[in-house]
């Protein structure tokens, strides 16, 4: 009897060879395991009669649950997300908003800068029209002259538009 429990140490001791161990008090061996959460606080045979305890977890239980929880997406994770995506698409709407507001803005200022212009060019080239209409209109009244008049001195000095970039030259003497 006393070899088969000398055996079953030995057995027992060549599986625990890999792990270190740490020694908490004189007596009591606890291996120091890498991928367990929770130290199991009761004696071996109690912890199979209660499988459910929440103060022991087996390793391999701990394990699967660590690589699980790496994909797993909790209710708050996608609640989160979609607040997310759903300020970014407020964000995104307010930004459309202002440069639209900004482009109608600009459209605004450069039709009313064209319209002044074309105002004021309208306005200066009435003015001079006017101006030389008046003057004309007087000197018409006074002497008795019409448009045909005016007609008749441009018919005689078209013989003088030059054509080309060369030009002419006449000499006087």
Known sequence: MQLVIISLTFLRALCLENEN???????????????RDLIPLQPGNIRWINGNNLNYRRTKDIREDIIDRRFEITEAQLREAQRVSDINEIREDEIKSAQRREEQIRNDIQLRENSVANIRDNSVSNIRENQLGLNYKNRNSKYGENNDQLDKLHREMRWLTIDNDEGIGIGIQ
């Not at 161990?21 to 991928?35: E, F, M, Q, T, W």
């Open 21 to 35: 161990y740490d020694y908490a008090s004189p007596g009591l061996v606890v291996a120091n395991i890498k991928r």
